[in-house]
């Protein structure tokens, strides 16, 4: 079995280090911080871990999944992968894919492969204290590969998903699987920050009903990762954001001119399409 | 105690009948379906029920919760209140109340009274046949008294949402109301709509997250009943759109121009204040 090293030990990079530990894989972690080493020790989610780079240890992994922002993750490949072993996978959990993938595959040793990937689960929490591999279950997988990936390494990443849980295991182009985060992510966290901050609703919380709550559930959201995510989809999430905003006039005006006709239909549409999404 | 009488038996009616039977009262129903009437008495939610208007009948009840439309609401006050007992109470449930508080309070017979109430509650289902009381727990309960009303009128209300379990009981002007609707629900429901109707999204359901699935919720909407709420809160919801969709440029535009400082102080306000929200 495959021996995995996990780059970034945070809520994601823990989550797989759990999942995967209770797999039966050989689980190792390298992060900045050492209390988080310390934890996932004591939790057994991993079975060594470091905050220094040992270019011995770093040789010892197979695979090495990297949860770290997207510059980070750039860099770090950079200055590491001289370290890995050949024939090593390396592979991501990076919201967005266009630029990156191109990126990282270019600077990539011949032979090293990298196996980009999109696990679509999360949580409004941070860090491996919080890590929890059951986010995974049921939840969708998308693997991004281009003409730089080999069959056989792509199906090891899918391999590792489908021991974390996930429901379905799919395969986009970069390009195909921006558009669609940019719809259903990225667009909706826009949507959710926006909700909150276009009125001060503290005195709400007495009136609401559940409605405002789910929408705005992803409003608590990590500045930093969020807005390089949106800068690194930008023309592609702006195109999105265009979309809703027109679709959205097309309601108010509707509404304006008292044209229920118009505003049934579209509620018609919205019922039977959201069926779809039904679990 | 009150004997209380139910116009219109649908998921609200019926899950109001559900909780007040168990909670000791006697409960009745008048609703346009006999298979409804049917099922609310073999379920045991009503003690008795009828699709006509019985005069003698009608003057049984104490209070009188007409869970209608709009439209139909002030039709049926208007035919009927002539049968309802000296002293009763008209309530009801309706969504919006800045036009219609005014117009049920102007027709009233002088010794009935009507307290205008709306319980923030609900579900994606329709008919008696979803009724389910514990909708009610942990959910607010709005009433919108003006000078017409009496306390004790008002205290009788309020004492049925106790027993139904409501959380937090408040009262608010028919205007602050109906501004705090429009954003609150109206405005998410547009929201919800224009999500799905802004992109054939059918073969994303393989992709998505759940912030998608959390967004879009309440795009099954019943449209008659939405589009009657939308046009009778019109102004106060248009207000309500064009303040959303402001901001929502605002966020578009950092985005357009790459300005990350204004984009991370838009997501820490929304982070700071979605945490009033957490239950």
Redesign the interface.
């Known amino acids: 079995m495959d021996r995995i090293l996990i780059v970034g030990l945070g809520l994601i990079g823990g989550s797989y280090a759990e999942g995967l530990t209770r797999a039966g894989f050989e689980v190792g972690a390298l992060t900045r911080s050492r209390s988080s080493i310390d934890f996932a020790l004591q939790k057994g989610i991993i079975s060594c871990g470091t905050t220094e780079i040992d270019p011995e240890w770093l040789g010892r992994w197979d695979v090495v999944i990297c949860s770290l922002y997207p510059h980070v993750f750039k860099q770090w490949v950079r200055e590491n992968q001289q370290w890995l072993r050949s024939g090593a996978i390396i592979s991501d959990v990076t919201g967005v894919k266009g630029r990156i993938v191109p990126e990282i595959q270019s600077i990539l040793r011949p032979d090293l492969e990298f196996v980009p990937a999109h696990p679509?689960?999360?949580r409004e929490v941070y860090g491996v204290q919080n890590a929890d591999a059951s986010i995974f279950h049921g939840?969708?997988f998308?693997i991004t590969p281009t003409e730089c990936n080999s069959e056989q390494a792509i199906a090891r990443i899918e391999g590792l998903a489908r021991h974390l849980g996930f429901r379905?295991i799919?395969r986009?182009s970069p390009e195909a699987?921006d558009e669609?985060?940019g719809?259903?992510?990225q667009?909706?966290?826009?949507?959710?920050?926006?909700?909150?901050?276009?009125?001060?609703?503290?005195h709400?919380?007495?009136?609401?009903?559940?409605?405002?709550?789910?929408?705005?559930?992803?409003?608590?959201?990590?500045?930093?990762m969020?807005?390089e995510l949106?800068?690194e989809n930008?023309e592609e999430?702006?195109r999105q954001?265009?979309?809703?905003?027109?679709?959205?006039?097309e309601?108010?005006d509707a509404?304006?001119m008292?044209d229920?006709g118009k505003?049934?239909q579209?509620?018609?549409?919205?019922?039977e399409?959201?069926?779809?999404?039904d679990?």
Chains 1, 2 share one sequence.
């Open positions: 679509m689960a999360g939840a969708n998308i379905k799919s986009l699987h669609m985060i719809f259903l992510s667009l909706t966290h826009c949507i959710a920050v926006t909700l909150m901050d276009c009125k001060e609703s503290h709400m919380v007495d009136y609401t009903g559940d409605s405002f709550r789910d929408l705005t559930r992803i409003a608590r959201i990590n500045e930093d969020w807005t949106f800068l930008k999430l702006l954001m265009d979309l809703f905003a027109d679709k959205f006039k309601l108010r509404l304006e008292e229920s505003m049934k579209m509620m018609r549409l919205s019922t399409r959201r069926s779809y999404f679990k």
